[in-house]
């Protein structure tokens, strides 16, 4: 839900628009966009999204909160810091409440990764996500609040930097796993740094590759500017063929001191 002008309802559709525009939308509904005394509310079911097959144990759940800043905002095309000769003001407020459902695929499924993307709270804007894992799924509420505001000019390098680290903190991932597929080499949930080191570690060893990426990334998210992590991600990145990501986790752990 937000208070915007009628055009972010051509705004909205683009973020799902390559799904609705091969009819992978059912029941897409929308308020007045009209009427702005009211919050505008858009909604939509997914469906024939993948083909689950046999030999598929596990399945992952993503989202992108940097997309919140392309549809609703003008903040993704700020000007530089340079450029800026006069106040930044936001005339409108804008909330914007999305309401997730990732429903298991397997009866007794289990959830083996649960990172939400971060909590954000600064004196310009706010990210929050509240989950609820149920048994027939995890429920996830994000609010995005972005308040009136004039954002002086001596000031406005902070907001500009704010607003460019959003990205680096807007992602959730969430996997289910088969239970019948459920082994030692599960994700264990919550357990130290430590232990999650050696446990993709293992995993690599082990050419499980695509486990150790889901435990190094939760090190990751926990952790930023973990070297060894970095490194650990530029290695299974490596051995998955995705070159191109799997040199910039190198580079990024060289970055922080890792000895390559």
Do not use: C
Not at 66 to 75: E, R
Not at 178 to 197: C, E, F, L, M, P
Not at 210 to 235: D, R, T, V, W
Request: proline content about 4%; glycine content about 2%; aromatic content about 12%.
């Amino acid at each position: 839900m937000y208070k915007r002008q009628p055009n972010t309802l051509t705004a909205a559709e683009q973020i799902i628009s390559p799904l609705f525009y091969n009819k992978r939308i059912s029941n897409f509904t929308n308020s007045n966009p009209i009427d702005i005394t009211e919050p505008f509310t858009l909604s939509a079911n997914f469906n024939d999204i993948v083909e689950i097959t046999s030999e598929v144990d596990n399945f992952r759940y993503s989202y992108d909160f940097t997309s919140i800043l392309i549809a609703f905002t003008t903040l993704h095309n700020l000007a530089p810091v340079d450029a800026r000769k006069l106040d930044f003001k936001v005339m409108q407020p804008i909330t914007v409440v999305i309401n997730s459902y990732y429903p298991k695929l397997w009866p007794g499924a289990k959830v083996i990764f649960s990172q939400p993307a971060q909590n954000i709270a600064n004196k310009y804007y706010e990210l929050t996500h509240k989950v609820n894992e149920q048994k027939d799924g995890i429920y996830l509420t994000s609010t995005f609040i972005l308040p009136k505001q004039v954002i002086k000019v001596d000031d406005y390098a902070n907001f500009y930097q704010q607003v460019k680290d959003f990205p680096q903190h807007s992602q959730s991932l969430f996997v289910y796993k088969n239970s019948k597929q459920i082994d030692d080499d599960s994700v264990v949930i919550g357990s130290d740094i430590t232990s999650k080191i050696k446990q993709a570690q293992n995993l690599l060893e082990k050419s499980q590759f695509s486990k150790a990426i889901i435990i190094i990334k939760e090190i990751i998210m926990a952790e930023e500017n973990n070297a060894q992590a970095q490194y650990l991600l530029g290695l299974a990145l490596g051995f998955t063929g995705d070159d191109i990501q799997s040199e910039q986790a190198f580079a990024r752990a060289e970055q922080l001191g890792y000895q390559l």
